[in-house]
């Protein structure tokens, strides 16, 4: 049942992804203003991109992360994703700004990359509801990551699925409960793919049982992303919309 899920939600993505091609220009644009990480982000990893890591970026989608971190310190960014269509417009971005961005598409987990090849494993941003089994993602991240790397996720807080957008009030959707295990998605980009639901309970859990230290988790009241022309109630400070977490390999 879940590889069927995951051949379907592959198509859904490739044909997503062509966003990154239509939009090629702007996203270039964005990309060289290297923005793309938030002020949580700049922080919790601004440490860790001062000693020039080799990244390994799981689900690297259209690759704007890539670009900053690489402007915050990266010494190399390697991004994996499933879709062709995202890895090559990318790599295409990250040549024309002469980045050591590099990139691989192929299905995770595993990641086709070595063992220890990583001081840090960066995801997020909509990445950990495409994957069905968070246990073997985890078990893939701690074999990628260095002894003493770090891996660092910046997501959408589990809550997310349950807000409306309705713009005068926040309010929870009555078809959607924090405790189920997948939905599917009924707005862009990925509309019609079925996401998989990890209660943040969940997700630290896994980290932890695979063998990474959490060193932080915050919650925060942005989302990473919202939707053009909708000002969602649930998007004016008073609910978490985003989580990062911080983890070390002892
Ligand atoms: C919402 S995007 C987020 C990507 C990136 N963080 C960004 O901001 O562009 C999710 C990405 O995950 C990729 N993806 C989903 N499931 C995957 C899988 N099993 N293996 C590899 N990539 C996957 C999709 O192709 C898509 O590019």
Known sequence: MSEDTVRANRAVWESASRKHVREYETLL?????????????REMLGPILQRRP??????????????????????????????????SAAARRADELGMPCAYVAAQ????????????????????????????????????LVTRGGHLFVHEAHPMVPLYSWDTDRTSIRPDRRYFDHAHVNDSFPAHGAVEWQWTLGEVITVVVQAGLRVLELREHPEPFWRAGGIDAAAWNGHLPNTFSLLAQRP
Do not use: N
Request: aromatic residues 6%; charged residues 20%.
């Open 54 to 87: 080799t990244v390994v970026h799981l689900q690297s989608g259209h690759g704007l992360d890539d670009v900053a971190l690489v402007k915050f310190g990266a010494a190399r960014v390697i991004g994996v994703d499933y879709s062709t269509v995202a890895v």
């Open 108 to 143: 995770l987990p595993p990641a086709p990359l070595r063992d220890s090849c990583a001081d840090l494993v960066y995801t997020g941003k909509g990445a950990l509801i495409w994957m069905p089994d968070l246990v073997a993602w985890a078990r893939d991240v701690v074999r």
């Open 29 to 41: 644009a964005e990309a060289r203003t290297g923005l793309a990480l938030t002020a949580a982000e």
